[in-house]
């Protein structure tokens, strides 16, 4: 794809929890599932300063929605129930938010005053959140080029929320108030390689500060992206640092996609859409499609034939935005392209197209569920064929797995902020700020150069240290544990492997670190996943593991009588295929050794029983 002729422009926004006490009081930050007392609230959109109201939160107050909020105590308190004014700021945030915009070499501000930013979505229990500037205009760097930093700033993190049942969603307060790094670039990169090292870069600079928590979704990134004919598209809350890329690529495919089907809704002469809604409920009495369970209402969309089910990202279809759309009121749709399906039939088919008027180049859409529910829904539906036939819609994104990405929200704009007048200013005296900048940690490429140079290791190893964030453990096995480096790096792959099978492992990494550090000597690379695993599922530490699964390392005269009882059993082989037989051999070998030696040392020991059989 030529991103240079597509246009591409990319922004982010990365948030960062920091590992300090709550905001606005002294709670601490520890995310606990045991709660002590619950709260309800419902949420109302307020005007920003400028007598608006945010788009956002307008649609978010459609969903009719109520919160109920549970926490326990010592991890919440009146400020976060909205039940107290918030105390000062948390000096030690504000301490480390100024560390951070000076590594970037940002205008820091003189006072930091906090603003109010509508959000009804539950998250907040006062209905909004606050959030200060810091500073302004950084730097970042990247091998693309590099990029500005318009604002760095200190905010709240959300509530988290647990389950939706119904109308209600269910949070926890524990993590509402900690504290917040939000770094926001300019739309300057070009590249979906270059978003992804900026957003490492970023990440490093604010670990460089050792006041980082650690752990799933203590790292945020939000996405913008745009090319030309487009749209600004948000998706929010990419936690994955190499998901960024995959998202800014599918999202290109996208937007190319949705433009191309617009310009072919403009070439069939399709300017407005249809808007009314028809029951077609007795079509389906007696149905044998399962899922429609009440009335059926449906639209005809003119001149829609066949691009509900275009594909616009790889299994996602324009068909599918519209249900994203929909969902705020049902599950899903049903469309033209897609039926006959779930059990509709083609005569079900033919006289709905029959009600609906529905002609050879048109499309229709029905959905089921009580009468004025499904109205609402087809409206969404309606609303986003219109902004089919404008182009892309700004919108706010939900990331998933694969790269791809869902609808969640309209962008949100400038009308959602307003002054919070319960907190007074910080003050940013010079003489802090002087010896604060004469005591910065070290920066990533600073921190890179020094690990290249004292420990013998290529540029390319040492970044990714840091982008693992194991540079601690790294020196210790280098200067206390005498670890090969080809065996660390087995040991953070490894690692790294175990994180992704493993999503709530019982011992933290530091511990899997240092322990098996203390215990690696005799054991084979072949061996480290089965020791690692066994360590996070039992919570043991590395000699004990190893001593309850019985690993160790095998001698070298024990490895030779194991290899040349294989050759031995497999003669007959060896006979018939000559040299050609050393990699079965290798493997049967591998299997019976497994966990007591090397593949290195297995394959020079064959080699020389092999040698002395010819």
Same mark, same amino acid.
């Given at each position: 794809?030529?991103?240079? @002729? ?160 119904? @109308? ?97 809704? @403009? ?58 759309? %929909? ?61 089919? =036939? ?5 919108? =706010? ?142 919570? =043991? ?47 049967? %070998? ?25």
């Amino acid at each position: 794809m030529d991103y240079d @002729k597509l246009g591409l422009k990319v922004g982010l926004e990365i948030h960062a929890q920091l590992d300090t006490k709550k905001l606005f009081c002294s709670c601490a930050t520890e995310l606990l599932d045991d709660q002590d007392f619950s709260f309800m609230r419902r949420l109302r959109p307020t005007m920003s300063e400028l007598g608006e109201i945010d788009p956002a939160a307008k649609d978010e107050f459609k969903k009719g929605m109520e919160n109920l909020y549970k926490t326990s105590i010592g991890h919440s308190c009146l400020v976060y129930a909205d039940e107290e004014p918030p105390h000062d700021p948390n000096s030690e945030a504000v301490t480390i938010l100024l560390q951070i915009a000076s590594m970037l070499k940002a205008d820091i501000v003189d006072k930091i005053h906090f603003m109010r930013k509508v959000v009804i979505d539950g998250s907040n229990v006062g209905g909004f959140q606050r959030t200060a500037l810091v500073a302004l205009n950084g730097k970042a760097f990247s091998e693309y080029g590099n990029v500005l930093i318009p604002v760095i700033c200190l905010e709240e993190d959300a509530a988290r929320l647990i389950e939706t049942s119904g @109308k209600t969603k269910i949070w926890n307060i524990d993590r509402l108030g900690t504290p917040l790094v939000e770094i926001a670039t300019d739309p300057s990169m070009h590249h979906p390689r270059q978003a992804r090292d900026i957003a490492l870069y970023l990440g490093q600079v604010m670990k460089a500060t050792g006041r980082l928590k650690r752990g799933i979704g203590t790292i945020r990134q939000d996405v913008n992206v745009s090319i030309i004919g487009g749209a600004r598209v948000e998706i929010k809350g990419v936690q994955e640092l190499n998901l960024i890329e995959e998202c800014v690529i599918n999202e290109c495919v996208r937007q190319v996609n949705l433009l191309e089907i617009q310009k072919e809704l @403009k070439r069939r002469g399709v300017a407005t859409i249809n808007e009314n809604t028809h029951d077609v409920s007795s079509v389906f009495e007696g149905t044998a499609c399962k899922i429609i369970n009440g009335p059926v209402l449906g639209i005809r969309l003119t001149g829609f034939s066949g691009f509900l089910g275009t594909e616009v990202q790889k299994g996602r279809r324009l068909g599918t935005e519209m249900a994203d759309y %929909a969902k705020k009121y049902v599950r899903g749709i049903f469309h033209s392209d897609e039926l006959p399906s779930y059990g509709i039939t083609p005569e079900e088919v033919g006289l709905v197209k029959e009600a609906l008027a529905v002609g050879d180049g048109d499309a229709f859409v029905l959905v089921t569920g009580s009468k004025s529910i499904c109205r609402l829904a087809l409206k969404e539906v309606i609303h986003r064929a219109h902004l089919a =036939t404008e182009g892309i819609p700004n919108e =706010t994104r939900r990331p998933l797995p694969d790269g791809n990405s869902q609808y969640m929200r309209p962008l949100p704009g400038r009308s959602r902020m307003y002054p919070e007048t319960d907190i007074y200013p910080v003050v940013v005296s010079d003489a802090e700020l002087k010896l604060l900048q004469e005591n910065l940690p070290q920066l990533p490429e600073e921190k890179i150069k020094r690990l290249y140079s004292n420990y013998g290791i290529t540029p390319e190893n040492a970044r990714k240290i840091l982008e693992w964030g194991v540079e601690d453990a790294f020196v210790a096995s280098q200067e206390r544990y005498n670890m090969a480096f080809g065996k660390f790096l087995r040991l953070m792959e490894t690692l790294v492997m175990l994180s992704r099978d493993m999503k709530s492992a019982a011992v933290d990494r530091d511990f899997l670190l240092y322990s098996f550090m203390e215990a690696h000597e005799p054991l084979p690379l072949e061996s480290y996943e089965e020791v690692l695993r066994h360590m996070a599922e039992h919570s =043991t530490g590395a000699r004990e593991t190893i001593s309850s699964i019985g690993i160790s390392r095998a001698s070298d005269d024990d490895i030779r009588k194991i290899i040349r009882s294989v050759i031995k059993e497999n003669s007959a082989m060896l006979e018939g295929r000559g040299k050609q037989a050393f990699k079965p051999l290798m493997g049967m %070998a591998m299997a019976k050794l497994k966990g007591k030696c090397d593949g290195k040392t297995i394959s020079a020991l064959l080699k020389e029983e092999l040698e002395k059989e010819h």
